[in-house]
């Protein structure tokens, strides 16, 4: 595969099915965020040495990268003259967005009850994490800017909407397994 093919100098690119867009289209920043998203998702594996966790964490990525292709498929085009898809990949999908409120409950289970907003820091793991959740967030905005313009699945969504709540406990099941204290957010009293 050839790395560079010269069709984006001038500041257009392709979906997938061929519509040539601006690369500052909102479904390319939409699919753009959600690649920022994995890199960090990935920096974050790399940091921890639990290989349960990373398996998880890698399982994410892969369904960061579906839901990816799923953005960047114009929906125009979606189905090919023959009627058959054109993104012939397994799609995220209810199931996706169970599991992850499933892993969110498990992780509540072991950890203290919250008595407070959480400060992002403690630990670079725990930092790590908060910096993904926090372009997750960013990464859903764009998706709703998007959602308001044109076709997006609604479990595009969900998906990213759990995930950002799944990142955040991660982050305090880090802070746990590194034996670090949280820090709460105490606002001073006027």
């Not at 939409?30 to 974050?44: H, K, P, R, T, V």
Request: aromatic share 6%; net charge neutral; proline share 3%.
């Amino acid at each position: 595969m050839k790395i560079y093919t010269k069709t984006g100098d001038k500041g257009l690119t392709s979906l997938f099915g061929g519509t040539r867009v601006s690369k500052h289209n909102l479904r390319i920043e939409s699919y753009g965020n959600i690649d920022e998203l994995n890199a960090q998702i990935g920096f974050l594996r790399d940091s921890i040495s639990q290989n349960e966790l990373k398996e998880v964490l890698l399982a994410i990525q892969n369904q960061l990268f579906t839901l990816g292709a799923m953005l960047a498929t114009d929906p125009d085009k979606q189905t090919l003259k023959n009627g058959k898809a054109r993104l012939n990949i397994p799609k995220i999908s209810k199931a996706d967005v169970l599991n992850l409120e499933h892993q969110i409950d498990m992780f509540n289970e072991t950890l203290p009850e919250m008595t407070h907003f959480i400060l992002p820091g403690g630990h670079p793991m725990v930092s790590i994490c908060h910096i993904a959740r926090t372009c997750c967030r960013k990464a859903e905005r764009r998706i709703v800017a998007l959602q308001e313009l044109s076709f997006v699945d609604e479990v595009i969504l969900e998906y990213i909407n759990r995930l950002s709540d799944y990142l955040f406990v991660f982050a305090r099941k880090l802070a746990a397994l590194n034996h670090v204290d949280e820090i709460l957010w105490m606002p001073e009293k006027q």
